[in-house]
């Protein structure tokens, strides 16, 4: 069965601490995806990357930075976490399946900021 | 601006009924594709259903379907014979072409809370 892993379930963390959120993936896919997802507001895109070693922001970076140095692994950094960074953070990668460009999501990550 | 707009932020259906979620879109582009995801509790985003912005037919999955009304740019889902386990939150999210600047993004709706009552 493909998979999106997330290293962490739930991350309790202090503020001005620097956060790694970590994703992996099995299934060799080219894109991945961080997201945020607050009530109200659905999945925000923080930043993505379409191949090793590459990425692009997304809707909202501010904040946070990535790194991806292996295809398989992308890695969402929180250099100095604040409160209003409290959040379900949410992994996703994708490939094309010949019909459409499908993607799979990993399980979560909730974090809280004090 | 907004892109995809759930405007029903809950619903609630009688186990056994149809309910039908909505979602609308806004692009200027002619290529675009169309998903709904479901989310349990637990947090984890199922695909449920696809649609093409070429597809002539609108697309069907088990008991889910998707009423594509293009020149409307309304992506409904229609879920049929509703179980106790459909009881989550459900997100419309569209994919863009890449001649859309960067878009090999999914940019989602603000999701619409589903009860499915016994």
């Known amino acids: 069965d493909v998979k999106v892993t997330q290293s962490s379930r739930y991350l309790v963390k202090r503020t001005g601490e620097k956060v790694f959120l970590e994703c992996v993936q099995d299934?060799?896919?080219?894109?991945m995806f961080w997201y945020r997802q607050d009530p109200g507001l659905g999945l925000r895109l923080i930043y993505f990357?379409?191949?090793?070693?590459?990425?692009e922001k997304g809707d909202i970076p501010e904040g946070y930075s990535v790194s991806r140095e292996k295809k398989e692994r992308f890695s969402l950094i929180l250099e100095s976490a604040s409160t209003n960074q409290t959040s379900m953070y949410l992994c996703?990668?994708?490939?094309?399946?010949?019909?459409?460009?499908?993607?799979?999501f990993g399980s979560g990550t909730r974090l809280t900021v004090v | 601006a907004q892109k995809i707009t759930q405007t029903q932020p809950g619903m609630f259906v009688q186990e056994k009924e149809a309910v039908t979620l909505d979602c609308t879109y806004d692009?200027?582009?002619?290529?675009?594709?169309l998903f709904w995801y479901k989310q349990p509790s637990s947090g984890e985003m199922i695909f449920l259903i696809y649609?093409?912005?070429?597809?002539?037919q609108n697309a069907t999955e088990g008991r889910y379907s998707l009423n594509f009304q293009k020149a409307r740019k309304s992506a409904n889902l229609v879920i049929s014979a509703s179980q106790l386990g459909d009881s989550a939150m459900y997100f419309c999210?569209?994919?863009?072409?890449?001649?859309?600047?960067?878009?090999?993004?999914?940019?989602f709706g603000s999701g619409t809370q589903l009860t499915v009552l016994p």
């Open positions: 649609q093409g912005s070429y597809d002539e």
């Open positions: 996703a990668s994708s490939t094309y399946t010949g019909d459409y460009y499908g993607y799979t």
């Open positions: 692009t200027s582009d002619q290529s675009y594709g």
């Open positions: 999210a569209m994919r863009e072409p890449f001649s859309s600047g960067s878009a090999r993004q999914l940019t």
């Open positions: 990357s379409y191949d090793v070693k590459m990425k």
């Open positions: 299934m060799d896919h080219e894109n």
